[in-house]
């Protein structure tokens, strides 16, 4: 959308310290509103600072202080973001103006991005594909670690370290520049073990399982990162390239992953940080490019990525349906490179700003292993946009765009490796067959800001698209991470949306206050249907399109009421109903329910440095489910948060204190599939942050 171009470009270029935030930076007068009015659609950045007072262990985790943004999380290391209740291949993840490709379908691993590295990230809310294409018609998630160091040497090392899963891990990174040429270098080591839940043990399909001291066992984790950049700043030209690569290996909860407690010679219980099978490990390889040249009205914009997503998952063999024992542990394996180019133009005219691009992208996915869930396949997308940013005084600013996608898919066909019985015969079954989908589609946007004294209006109409992926099309296997056979349906047609978003602000020195509605209209959204039927002894799930109506609000509201104090509550609302096809008057499976957070905070001085505060994070029931889902209770935690800033000659060490769920609450969150096994969400967790900056 016109707004998301703006806010990625535009915000790409505003200085570090012109930020929005949540709780720790005040943002009031002008730089409120000039921030307000770059974007008819809802966005929030946040800078390094507020990483680093909120670290929660993932990134996603980290970021659910924004409202309207969630961690869907799996396990005590793993976490995908969702907005506004779309995540997945309807949220795009961009690092540096490149959209990020892993393996989005993937429910049981998070984000392969070293959060570390990240200098400011922003969330824009709702509909964005006007920018990013196809995967961003639920939002976007812009992250940065581009920041040009000023100084000859500058370098930092961060310690820290989680009791619930008894965490340890150091980050360090060092950059330099000499004229215009500059240098960054980063490294992160983590290192975890099997969290821990308030409860001795859980059921799983009438089967109880007992549980040593609390834990998961088998959920212990490690994550290796490392990037390198080298760059050129001049007055109008830039350009850098950066490498970087991320690892992690993670264990599943033996007892989830077909019971392998009952079955295995392995001894779970024997250490509580080894990582045993079932297991799995991801590394992803990025390289990119990033070049600009600029003079008083026009900028071109040139960025270019290779990525390499490589993954696999390890299990015992053991048989399933007519499936013999195979050999080797290797259960699945996913290997997908993807190739990115794009080019934007802006140019100043007058009291327009005009902008148009276009983008291309290439994937390359194949498979392996003796069990399938999807099949090898290419995807090729093209899409180009233009669009207009009229400012017709300085209180008030028009945008409208239009932007053309096309997308091809090929879909390989799959046979199994043994064969099943049909009828007095036995064959190779086939699972998925050769199949070639084509998708285009336009999408629009347009927008207003207008500001008035101390208020700011904003509001967007517009379409947007997403092309259905390779798993929505081809899968055919189970899933054991999450418990359900997943099958694909390849006559689905592409998805569409049509939204709107609106957003009225005020504010002053002691007060701010948001309310941000919106609506979305899928004609056809894609979704996985629960079932009655058990395929190889679990629930079916396929992919079915539906009519759906979602709306929802988010608010909040700051009060700074003395000099050192501030109290801020925020809450969100989301309505989801099909509007056709066999669920036809329920909601959407794993809705999200309403939530409240409010809090009290004191600062030390008028600098933020250094802080104290409480606040309770409060979840409605939801009761909104599709059969043969199960409602889920509400809940609320109590949760501290303390951090202090020390001014050294020539350095600055700060330290940062979590206490989560600080009353060791037992408590389900609805959109976690762990949840559909009766395992609660961790127990009380300290987390503390130690670092030095030089």
Same mark, same amino acid.
């Given at each position: 959308m016109i707004h998301?171009l703006?806010?990625a470009v535009?915000?790409?270029?505003?200085?570090? @310290?012109t930020?929005v935030t949540?709780?720790?930076v005040?943002?009031?007068?002008q730089?409120r509103?000039d921030y307000q009015?770059r974007?008819?659609?809802?966005?929030?950045q946040v800078?390094h600072?507020y990483?680093?007072?909120?670290?929660?262990?993932?990134?996603m985790?980290?970021?659910?202080g924004? /409202?309207g943004?969630? =961690?869907?999380?799996?396990?005590s290391?793993?976490?995908?973001?969702?907005i506004? #209740?779309l995540?997945?291949?309807?949220?795009?993840v961009s690092?540096?103006?490149?959209k990020?490709?892993?393996q989005?379908?993937? !429910?049981?691993?998070?984000?392969?991005?070293?959060?570390f590295?990240?200098?400011?990230?922003?969330?824009?809310?709702? /509909?964005a594909?006007?920018?990013?294409?196809s995967?961003?018609?639920?939002?976007?998630l812009?992250?940065?670690?581009?920041?040009?160091?000023t100084k000859?040497?500058s370098?930092?090392?961060?310690?820290?370290?989680?009791t619930?899963n008894e965490?340890?891990?150091?980050s360090t990174k060092?950059?330099?520049r000499?004229?215009?040429?500059?240098?960054r270098?980063?490294a $992160?080591?983590?290192?975890?073990?099997?969290y821990?839940?308030?409860? @001795?043990s859980i059921?799983?399909y009438s089967?109880?399982?007992k549980?040593?001291d609390?834990?998961?066992?088998n959920?212990? #984790?490690?994550?290796r990162?490392g990037?390198m950049m080298?760059?050129y700043a001049?007055y109008?030209?830039h350009?850098?390239?950066?490498v970087s690569?991320?690892?992690?290996k993670s264990?599943f909860?033996a007892n989830?992953?077909?019971l392998?407690?009952?079955?295995s010679k392995i001894d779970?219980?024997?250490?509580?940080?080894?990582i !045993?099978l079932?297991y799995?490990?991801?590394?992803h390889?990025?390289?990119?490019s990033h070049?600009?040249?600029r003079n008083?009205?026009?900028?071109?914009?040139l960025?270019?990525?290779y990525? &390499?997503?490589?993954r696999?998952e390890?299990s015992?063999?053991?048989?399933?349906?007519?499936?013999?024992?195979?050999d080797g542990?290797?259960?699945r394996?996913f290997?997908?490179s993807?190739?990115t180019? %794009?080019?934007?133009l802006?140019?100043?005219l007058?009291?327009h700003?005009?902008?148009g691009?276009?983008?291309?992208?290439?994937?390359? &996915?194949?498979?392996g292993g003796?069990?399938f869930?999807?099949?090898?396949?290419e995807t090729?997308?093209?899409?180009?946009?233009?669009?207009d940013?009229y $400012?017709?005084?300085e209180?008030l600013i028009?945008?409208?765009g239009?932007?053309?996608?096309?997308?091809?898919?090929?879909?390989?066909s799959?046979?199994d490796?043994?064969k099943?019985?049909?009828?007095?015969?036995?064959?190779y079954?086939?699972r998925s067959?050769?199949?070639?989908?084509?998708f285009?589609?336009?999408?629009w946007?347009?927008?207003v800001?207008? &500001?008035?004294?101390q208020?700011v209006?904003?509001a967007?109409?517009g379409k947007?698209?997403r092309?259905?992926?390779p798993? +929505?099309?081809g899968a055919?296997?189970?899933?054991y991470?999450?418990f359900?056979y997943e099958r694909?349906?390849?006559q689905? @047609? /592409?998805?569409?949306s049509?939204?709107?978003?609106?957003?009225?602000?005020?504010g002053?020195e002691?007060w701010?206050?948001?309310v941000?509605?919106?609506l979305n209209y899928f004609?056809n959204?894609?979704?996985?249907n /629960?079932?009655?039927?058990?395929? +190889?002894?679990?629930q079916l799930?396929h992919?079915?399109?539906?009519?759906?109506?979602r709306? %929802?609000?988010?608010?909040?509201v700051k009060?700074?009421f003395?000099?050192?104090?501030q109290?801020?509550?925020q809450g969100?609302y989301?309505?989801?109903?099909q509007?056709?096809? +066999?669920?036809k008057g329920?909601?959407?499976p794993?809705?999200?329910p309403w939530?409240?957070?409010?809090g009290?905070?004191?600062?030390?001085?008028?600098r933020g440095?250094g802080?104290?505060?409480?606040?309770a994070h409060?979840v409605?029931?939801?009761?909104e489910?599709?059969?043969?889902?199960k409602?889920?209770?509400?809940?609320?935690?109590l949760?501290?948060?303390?951090?202090?800033?020390?001014?050294?000659r020539g =350095?600055?060490?700060?330290?940062?204190?979590h206490?989560?769920?600080?009353?060791?609450?037992?408590?389900?969150?609805? $959109?976690s599939?762990y949840?559909l096994?009766?395992?609660?969400?961790?127990?009380?967790n300290?987390?503390?942050?130690?670092?030095v900056?030089?």
């Open positions: 998301l703006l806010a535009l915000y790409a270029s505003a200085p570090a @310290d930020t949540l709780h720790d005040t943002v009031t007068g730089q509103r009015m974007s008819s659609q809802s966005a929030v800078n600072e990483l680093q007072q909120h670290f929660a262990g993932s990134l985790q980290t970021l659910e924004i /409202p943004v969630k =961690a869907m999380a799996i396990g290391g793993q976490s995908k973001p969702t506004r #209740g995540g997945f291949n309807r949220l795009a690092e540096d103006g490149i990020h490709e892993g989005q379908w993937g !429910d049981d691993h998070g984000l392969e991005i070293d959060q590295s990240i200098d400011r990230a922003e969330v824009i809310k709702g /509909p594909a006007l920018l990013y294409g995967d961003a018609i639920g939002g976007v812009s992250l940065y670690t581009n920041h040009v160091p000859p040497f370098g930092s090392v961060q310690l820290f370290g989680r619930n965490q340890l891990g150091v060092m950059g330099g000499q004229g215009n040429w500059f240098y270098v980063h $992160t080591l983590i290192d975890y073990a099997d821990k839940v308030p409860t @001795d059921q799983y089967y109880w399982i549980l040593k609390g834990r998961l066992r959920t212990a #984790g490690c994550e990162d990037s080298l760059g001049g109008n030209f350009t850098d390239i950066r690569d991320s690892y992690s264990g909860f989830a992953h077909g392998e407690v009952r079955l779970y219980d024997r250490s509580r940080r080894d !045993d079932p799995q490990w991801v590394n390889l990025k390289v990119l070049t600009n040249w008083d009205a026009t900028s071109v914009e960025n270019l990525a990525q &390499n997503n490589l696999e390890r015992e063999p053991i048989s399933h349906g007519y499936m013999p024992q195979p542990s290797m259960e394996r290997d997908k993807t190739y180019a %794009g080019v934007q802006l140019h100043i007058g009291n700003e005009l902008r691009g276009v983008s291309s992208e290439y994937q390359h &996915n194949r498979r003796w069990g869930i999807i099949p090898d396949f090729l997308s093209l899409g180009g946009f233009v669009m940013r $400012t017709v005084n209180n028009l945008n409208a239009v932007r053309y996608d096309y997308a091809e898919t090929h879909i390989h799959y046979q490796w043994f099943t019985p049909v009828g007095a015969d036995s064959v079954q086939e067959a050769d199949t070639h989908r084509h285009n589609s336009i999408t946007s347009t927008g800001n207008y &500001n008035v004294g208020w209006m904003k967007n109409v947007s698209f092309m259905p992926i798993k +929505e099309l055919d296997g189970v899933n991470h999450i359900r694909g349906n390849a689905l @047609d /592409p998805e569409e049509y939204q709107l978003d609106a957003s009225i602000s005020w002053n002691a701010e206050m948001q941000e509605p919106y004609p959204y894609i979704y996985l /629960p079932t009655a039927q058990y395929v +190889e002894g679990l799930y992919y079915t399109q539906a009519k759906v109506l709306y %929802g609000v988010e608010a909040q009060w700074k003395a000099e050192h104090w109290a801020h509550a969100e989301l309505f989801a109903r509007q056709s096809g +066999e669920k329920y909601t959407l794993f809705s999200t939530s409240v957070d409010t009290l905070r004191y600062t030390f001085d008028h440095k802080f104290v505060g409480l606040s409060i409605g029931a939801q009761n489910i599709v059969p043969p889902e409602p889920t209770d509400g809940h609320w935690t949760n501290l948060a303390a951090g202090k800033d020390f001014q050294t =350095a600055t060490f700060h330290v940062t204190l206490a989560d769920n600080l009353l060791n609450r037992r408590y389900y969150d609805h $959109t599939y949840r096994i009766d395992v609660p969400e961790p127990g009380r300290l987390s503390m942050m130690v670092g900056d030089l």
